[in-house]
């Protein structure tokens, strides 16, 4: 497949490298950030999406987002899907898919979990909003980047499941997190309270499989001096997103605003910015209730 991709981040780099060892044709552009090899480099956003038959941006924001769509949608092929795999607000996801529609092109909000090492690997879950002929297109370039594409609905449905996921993500961690600071207090054991918890109705993520405690269940980030990991920072551009959405759509959502401002202080203000979101726990260690 002839493919643009747009945005060679962190994450955009290894997508679009993995396309390429898959035998696909990828022509790339960012402004800032030299190209994984393998991929042909463009003049401009637009140059890259005028032959293609899927464009796949992986880019900051909404913002950037929408002024990339004004460059590449003019430029796109009849019939051409525009699959956005970034995280950004649930309405710019809707606008652009507006303006692919209007244009006669397909679009797909397709965000992803599994942070750069399922990029590298290949591992990542896509969450797909759009409509069924442009998720059948990229299924097969999801299927080369990740383990799993789900597809949620309509447009704009990849970016709810995305945020929705990560406003339970914040708060269980922050949860995870204050329960270990709590039992320290009370004296407890970190590896007791591990064994217990993993095992009984307070268990998520958080606690199994990302344990903020270092030393204690698998490997994690804590285990690595809250080295990121998934960075504070980028959890507060998900919760900020995820209270956007909930404002926007009248829902009332206290526990991800609480998350949100505490990952707001966290970043702002203490010492999380550059840290893994999980830091958390010495956060609260060293705190009282005051
Ligand atoms: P990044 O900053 O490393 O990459 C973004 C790239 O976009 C940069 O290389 C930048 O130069 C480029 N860019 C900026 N403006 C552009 C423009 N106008 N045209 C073309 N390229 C432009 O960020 P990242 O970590 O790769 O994240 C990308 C997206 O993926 C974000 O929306 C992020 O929230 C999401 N995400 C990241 C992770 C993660 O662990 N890093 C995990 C899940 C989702």
Redesign the pocket.
């Known amino acids: 497949m002839k493919i643009a991709f747009?945005?060679?981040?962190?994450?955009?780099?290894p997508m679009a490298s993995n396309l390429v060892a898959a035998g696909h044709q990828v022509v790339g552009?960012?402004?800032?950030?030299a190209l994984p090899e393998g991929v042909d480099s463009a003049p401009d956003?637009a140059a890259a999406a005028r032959d293609a038959e899927v464009v796949i941006?992986?880019?900051?924001?909404g913002q950037?987002l929408r002024?990339?769509a004004a460059e590449v949608i003019p430029a796109m092929q009849a019939g051409a899907v525009f699959c956005d795999?970034?995280?950004?607000d649930v309405d710019s996801a809707k606008a652009v898919a507006q303006q692919a529609g209007d244009a006669g092109l397909g679009f797909l909000d397709a965000?992803?979990?599994?942070?750069?090492g399922?990029?590298t690997n290949g591992t990542l879950t896509f969450m797909v909003g759009g409509d069924d002929a442009a998720f059948e297109t990229v299924t097969p370039l999801f299927d080369i980047m990740g383990q799993k594409a789900v597809h949620c609905g309509a447009a704009g449905a990849g970016q709810s499941a995305?945020i929705c996921n990560n406003m339970i993500l914040g708060v269980t961690m922050i949860a995870t997190c204050e329960a270990f600071a709590l039992a320290d207090k009370l004296g407890l054991d970190r590896a007791k309270m591990f064994d217990v918890v993993s095992t009984s109705s307070g268990q998520s993520w958080s606690m199994n499989t990302y344990c903020p405690a270092p030393g204690v269940g698998p490997q994690s980030p804590a285990d690595n001096g809250y080295k990121?990991g998934?960075?504070a920072d980028?959890m507060l551009?998900?919760l900020r997103l995820s209270q956007q959405a909930a404002e926007s759509a009248d829902a009332d959502t206290p526990m991800g605003a609480l998350a949100a401002a505490l990952y707001t202080r966290f970043v702002e203000e203490e010492d999380g910015k550059g840290r893994d979101f999980s830091a958390m726990l010495p956060r609260f260690e060293a705190r009282g209730r005051g």
Do not use: E, R, Y
């Not at 747009?6 to 780099?13: E, Y």
């Not at 552009?29 to 950030?33: G, I, L, N, R, S």
């Open positions: 747009v945005g060679l981040g962190n994450m955009g780099g552009f960012d402004p800032a950030t956003a941006s992986m880019l900051p924001n950037i002024s990339v795999c970034s995280t950004v965000p992803v979990s599994g942070g750069t399922g990029a995305k990121p998934f960075a980028l551009k998900d």
